[in-house]
């Protein structure tokens, strides 16, 4: 194994994990078990495997349509559903998970758990020979699975709070759809092969930085707010 590749490979992913571990300031989450949520996500990538290989078969769609299918059946929705359900399974049934910013940190370690085992695929073994595919991913990808991760703990965290049954049970789908969607659309503007739909693509990654920075100033400002609030012992 190349380690030269191996390094670019994990170094955006230990970047994203360090800016969202700082962001939990106040109440930080077991060191265990986010290093177990890391690795749910690294394992998402085998059922993620299996599953896209069985849905590609099934794409007898043409052109547009057939990328269509890729980015959203394929891709984005297998993907995420398996990263969603490490959360469900493990994180979100732990007394740790006790305030909303702690649905986004989880998120974001399963989503780039997934992102690490994706970006060894594809810059130490797939794509060796080509030296602009670490940086591409380094920079576009491993972030964007990042903040699906943020939106998919966004609404999690909404579901998990929420005493409403109907709102509880629509914030739990949208914490699978919307992610979805976002990831859905990122490949599709990448798997169209239509120029004039490349030039949206930078704007639509600066548009989900956005977003998602505002999803985390919320829960960090509450966070912070519990904290202040906290009866001291």
Request: charged share 20%; aromatic share 16%; proline share 5%.
């Amino acid at each position: 194994m190349n380690i030269r590749l191996f390094i670019i490979a994990i170094t955006p992913v230990i970047i994203g994990l360090g800016a969202i571990y700082l962001s939990d300031k106040h109440d930080r989450e077991p060191a265990k078990l986010l290093a177990v949520t890391f690795l749910l996500g690294c394992l998402s990538v085998i059922p993620s495997i299996v599953v896209e290989e069985i849905l590609v078969w099934f794409n007898i769609f043409p052109g547009v349509f057939g990328a269509f299918y890729n980015a959203f059946v394929v891709a984005g929705f297998t993907e995420e559903y398996f990263k969603r359900l490490m959360i469900l399974k493990l994180p979100l049934r732990t007394n740790h998970f006790n305030e909303k910013l702690d649905g986004i940190v989880y998120g974001v370690f399963c989503s780039l758990g997934f992102a690490t085992v994706e970006n060894i695929i594809y810059v130490v073994f797939t794509y060796t020979n080509n030296p602009f595919v670490g940086l591409y991913r380094g920079i576009f990808s491993v972030p964007a699975h990042a903040i699906f991760g943020v939106t998919m703990g966004y609404y999690l965290s909404l579901a998990k709070f929420e005493m409403d049954k109907t709102r509880k049970r629509k914030n739990m789908l949208k914490s699978l759809w919307i992610p979805v969607f976002l990831h859905g659309m990122f490949d599709f503007i990448l798997m169209a092969n239509i120029p004039e739909l490349m030039i949206f693509f930078v704007p639509y990654v600066i548009f989900l930085w956005w977003l998602n920075h505002r999803k985390i100033s919320n829960f960090m400002h509450d966070s912070k707010i519990r904290f202040r609030d906290k009866p001291k012992e």
